[in-house]
């Protein structure tokens, strides 16, 4: 069995704890060995509860799940390089979110949770909805002003409830954790369970790449989310034996909000005070991840980098993926904009998710 871990003062938890943060305010890490039964992979359901014995939820009855995952991972030839996309917009509810979802309101119901609370720009709020709705448990989504009208609307069609907060991300993410002090908080960004769901991402291209591992995954990060479950995705398959060396981790933020990148520069491991601009790139648009040193350990761990894009780059990038068939978000452009400014060498093996559908944000 596993535990959780604090990422600061070592404190241990047990994994049926119902925590977001350590006593000592840091976030959370699950301590858990995740196996691997590759010959039973054949016979399984193309969804990502395939690899069940790597995810740390004891009971298969509190699975809560569309059979989602197993996107499909495709060649693209962009400008002369040669890249593999995820394409992650696919899920349920039309972004990679469900995985981090799927598990962690699995956790919310074997721990026998009635209702849950989480803020979001939007994605998670989503995700985090609609599988409440499937698990039967009620949830108050925390949403800043000026968040796409299509998310909102989605969020409302679940039947979740909808709270539109005055002021910053920041702002929202203080009215959701108030509000949890009496109920549990499905964090995106708090949560370690999310963590053991976005990784599955990592053991999908595993599979996919006939048991190996690429050399290298470029993602948009705002909270890290998708960065930190990928990296831990194959740190699992590392630990098992069952690929040789970790991909590195290039990191992408939009440079109307890119405290990552400015750490990354400065190697700085304080959060500078950023005042973030508005930018297209709405799903990154984060000014103080809560887990920025661990994002920077995996970068660097990693020997990759932080990349920033404009708004042009951006504009760009999503205009160029979406005229070749693949409709996706702004956000998530960002990801192909940096990779229009990395010079891979040769023979490179990348990865690159696109982290949301264009249609929550089509009017933009
Ligand atoms: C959430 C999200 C991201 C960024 O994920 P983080 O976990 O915040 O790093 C990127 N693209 C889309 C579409 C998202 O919803
Ligand atoms: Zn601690």
Same mark, same amino acid.
Not at 186 to 211: C, D, M, R
Not at 337 to 357: C, D, R, S
């Given at each position: ?88 917009? &696919?899920?349920? @509810?039309?972004? =990679? ?6 598990? !962690?309101?699995?956790? %919310?119901?074997?721990?026998? +949770? ?80 999310? &963590?053991?769901? @976005?990784?599955? =991402? ?6 996919? !790449?006939?048991?190996? %591992?690429?050399?290298?995954? +470029? ?146």
């Amino acid at each position: 069995m596993g535990k959780i871990v604090c990422n600061k003062c070592g404190k241990k938890y047990s994994l049926n704890e119902s925590l977001w943060r350590c006593e000592c305010e840091s976030y959370l890490d699950i301590e858990f060995k995740a196996k691997f039964f590759r010959n039973e992979l054949k016979k399984r359901k193309p969804a990502m509860w395939r690899y069940r014995e790597a995810i740390p939820v004891d009971s298969d009855k509190n699975i809560v799940s569309f059979d989602e995952g197993y996107t499909p991972l495709i060649k693209q030839d962009m400008n002369g390089k040669r890249v593999l996309l995820k394409l992650e917009q &696919l899920f349920t @509810t039309g972004s =990679f979110k469900d995985r981090g979802a799927s598990v !962690l309101i699995s956790k %919310a119901k074997e721990a026998g +949770i009635k209702s849950v609370v989480e803020d979001s720009s939007g994605n998670a709020g989503c995700a985090v909805a609609a599988y409440c709705v499937k698990a039967g448990i009620n949830c108050d989504i925390y949403v800043p002003e000026n968040t796409s009208p299509g998310k909102l609307r989605q969020i409302r069609a679940y039947g979740a409830n909808l709270l539109e907060v005055k002021g910053s991300r920041e702002d929202t993410a203080k009215a959701a954790q108030n509000a949890a002090e009496n109920t549990f908080y499905a964090s995106h960004v708090w949560n370690p369970f999310f &963590l053991q769901g @976005t990784k599955t =991402f990592s053991y999908e291209i595993w599979e996919q !790449l006939s048991f190996s %591992a690429p050399d290298t995954v +470029i993602t948009p990060v705002g909270h890290g989310s998708m960065l930190i479950g990928a990296f831990i995705g194959f740190k699992d398959l590392m630990n098992a034996g069952l690929i040789k060396k970790l991909p590195k981790f290039i990191g992408v933020q939009a440079e109307k909000c890119a405290p990552l990148y400015h750490m990354y520069k400065e190697n700085n491991d304080r959060i500078p005070e950023i005042k973030p601009e508005k930018t297209i790139a709405e799903g990154i648009r984060i000014s103080r991840p809560v887990r920025a040193n661990q994002i920077l350990d995996i970068i660097k761990e990693t020997g990759g980098r932080m990349i920033t894009v404009s708004e042009e780059e951006i504009k760009k990038a999503l205009l160029q993926i979406n005229k070749s068939g693949l409709f996706i978000e702004p956000t998530s452009a960002a990801g192909i904009a940096g990779f229009q400014k990395y010079k891979p060498v040769k023979k490179e093996i990348i990865v690159i998710p696109l982290t949301g559908h264009g249609l929550k944000t089509a009017k933009a």
